[in-house]
């Protein structure tokens, strides 16, 4: 896939016109001296240009465009998986985002030489602006498989917030007081590690999500995810309740993940295809605990949900104890409260929203998610921001808006009343989601009884289990 | 499993639907190893739907479909692996060669190194696009394109192709090399299950063809079951010297005879009968009438007639069965019962009576014959 990419989007003369482009404004700048007048900002300007706004966009069509030419059942029918045809697209891109930087370095190094420059900064930027360019091309070509105009004409919108909160957060923090983030901080390293660490997993997130738009049910990305989510979760809300090392921004980031991953298990379509619940069954009970949580669909998505959950809380709790002596008190009760309202009033939220006229195309099993969480994100703003009583009851109904309001210093009102209307709300809600789920649990639960009665016949037979043609398609998959 | 355990092609019960829209509806068949089937059915019949689906390209609403004993929907993979798929039209990449095109597809299929290289040179030289071979893929024509898109397809060797109307589009030429491809894979021992809407060009390829109306199978067979499954009907092309408005007249008025279509000089007619005697009555009485007959010759019957006249019956049966379940429900008691009522627009009429029949059936006009 990356061959043909390549192949391909090298000889677009757009990608001609853009990189001749790029070397004549650097030969420009050089020939201005690059420290002239405001050369030093045409020059990032410029990379800004490339790497932040016109390689992303490319992402736009990278899956849509095989949709649309009717050549992506051909893709799809060879060995190729979904995930590496997602990954193939993405790397593309991402190859040329890198030329474009590998052929800027030789002007940065003769910044240096013209005088002036820091060249450790400059790479540091370079990192930066690479980082964040490869961040939104997963963005890109995650929503690219996405059928529905609408959805991907939302992100972009988003992206072009983004761009501009990022392009305002890089303009006024760092160049204009002409410094790099992290500078002078203690564990300036730990920084760029931990920038590194979650632009990695949110391209994997993104690939993957856009992976399975385009996959066949047979193939889950649902386990996988969730299990890379886990793990990217608990590594920094771990760090931060046992380290020392910036406790609050790492549990702050291991929660915002656990959220996100959340979102999309609660989300998810169930499916009901047995050769997805084989190789859990196959390892027998613990497989089939494990399934509980790692299951696609977001019947099992709940469960998942609250462990992230629980996980995020205890992470909060230990920082508190550990570093304000356990002054939160009350607000931990309410943190608990909606944290597990949040897990299950989500979903509620969600399924409560669906209408057939609405009906985003999106893969996801509801219409419009991104509505709500857009609501619900505004809810919790409003109610975070503003100090009003009144406001921050009305969020009481929705738990999740009713985070911030409990955790909000300029309540006045009695929290502890507020907590418990907040914990019947959730435990209501979740009681509801989980009514409407156990119809799936049923069905699944029978797919797991005639897998391991399949499974007993075999090695009652003696018939080796590689002669099965899950063995070949589960070992697929792990490839 | 092995791979050839149960047939090349196994269809059960399978149903899909879009929204209200029943596009296959409890579809069930079976191709054998080693056969050509052809799969014929009008636009929106369920073709394409129900080929989408054995090529793992869709979801059955229910049922189950298997390719060499294999389920589409939970091993896909493994399904693909036996597979050949060619769509009725695929895309074209830009920037891309012929032999690009197909080393690309040789790659994503696991091919490495000078297997890579051998299978994209064996399949250039089946399809005959070596002189092709750096040509830029959107620059080809449809007949190239099919041929390239039928390479593609069979680059991993599969036990199994599957091609949505190969021949759609094609001139004359094209197609014929077309089915010369066909043919050759078809001796090589492959399972083929085509689609087209050339019918006659499915019977001379196919062991046994299957018709699909509104996502049902109609017939499964060869073509000349269907043909002969109209033994009670004839048609003959008669020419008349002079006005040939005069035989469509005559055929308004003769009972057991239908004008089918018109031509420059008479017109084809069909005769609700297979016995010689009576067509032979039929030519007689048309002498006797005073028509000017220059030729009178049967027609073998065309298996494109075959297949409408299958719809017509199916229709008619369709229509039976509403008019039965409507007379068998009491009439809702109305004010003014007893009046004499207006048949409303759209009421279902009672099916024709069957020939030999008496009364003779009603006539229709050859413009109704037409429509």
Known sequence: MLVKELRQGMRTKMFTAVFITVQ????????????AGGASALFWLTLYAVLIIFQPLRGFSALSNEI????????????????????GKYTAIVAQSALFTASVLPYAVMRYYFGGIDVQEDLVWLFLFFATSCLLTAATVCFSAFPNLLVRGAVLIGLIFAAGAITVFLGDDYFDRDRIPFEGEPYAWLGYVGIFALVAYACYFLLDMGASQIAPEA?????????????????PLALGALTDVAPEPLVIIGAIIAGVACFDALAEKPVFVPSVYA?????????????????PGWPFGIWYSLLMAAMAVAAIIAVDIKHHGGSLDDEVAAVLAASFGASS????????????????????DDPHPCGVLLFLTLLGIM????????????????????????????????????????????????????????????????????????????SDTGTGSGSDPLESEASDAAA | MSELNGAAIEVHNLHRSFGNLKAVDGVTFRVEHGQVIGFVGANGAGKTTTMRILATLDY??????????????????????????????????????????????????????EERHARVTEVMDFADLGPLADRLINKLSKGMGQRLCLGRSLLHDPRVLILDEPAAGLDPKARVELKHLIRILAEEGKTIFISSHILSELAEMCDSLLFINKGRIVHHGSAEELTRAGGDQTVVRVELHGDPQKLSDWAAMSPYVEMIDASKNGGRLRIDSGDPEKIGGVLKRMVTEGLPVVDFHREER?????????????????????????????????PGEGLPTTPKIGAVAPPPPLPGDSPAPPKTSPSDAEN
């Open chain 1, 68 to 87: 649309k030419l009717q050549t992506m059942d051909l893709i799809q029918l060879t060995r190729l998986t979904a995930w590496r045809i997602a990954l």
């Open chain 1, 345 to 364: 009033s989500l979903r509620l939220a969600i399924r409560l929203s669906f209408s057939a006229a609405w009906r985003i195309s999106s893969g996801w």
């Open chain 2, 60 to 113: 059955p609403t229910a049922g189950r479909a298997s390719i060499c004993g294999i389920d589409v929907v939970n091993y896909p993979g493994n399904v693909r692996r036996m597979l050949g798929w060619m769509p009725d039209s695929f895309g074209t990449y830009d920037h891309m060669t012929v032999v690009e095109y197909l080393d690309f597809f040789a790659r994503a299929l696991g091919f490495r190194g």
């Open chain 2, 302 to 334: 065309r298996l494109e007639d075959a297949f409408i006249d299958l719809l017509g019956k199916l229709e008619a049966e369709d229509a039976a069965a509403v008019a039965a379940v409507a007379a068998a429900q009491p009439p809702p008691p109305v």
């Open chain 1, 383 to 458: 109610m975070g921001t503003t100090r009003a009583d009144e406001v921050a009851l009305l969020g009481l109904p929705v738990p999740l808006a009713s985070f911030p309001a409990l955790l909000d210093y300029h309540f006045s009102g009695s929290r502890e009343i507020m907590t418990a209307v907040s914990l019947g709300f959730s435990v209501l809600y979740f009681a509801v989601i989980a009514v409407s789920a156990i119809t799936t649990y049923s069905r699944v639960r029978g797919i797991e009884a005639s897998l391991g009665e399949m499974q007993r016949g075999q």
């Open chain 1, 24 to 35: 004549a404004v650097m030969g420009f700048f050089m020939l201005l001296g690059f420290t």
């Open chain 1, 279 to 295: 190789p859990f069954v196959r390892r027998g009970f613990l497989g089939r605990l494990a399934g509980r949580l790692l299951y």
């Open chain 1, 219 to 235: 193939e889950n990305h649902a386990s996988r995810k969730r299990a890379i989510s886990f793990i990217a979760a608990g590594v």
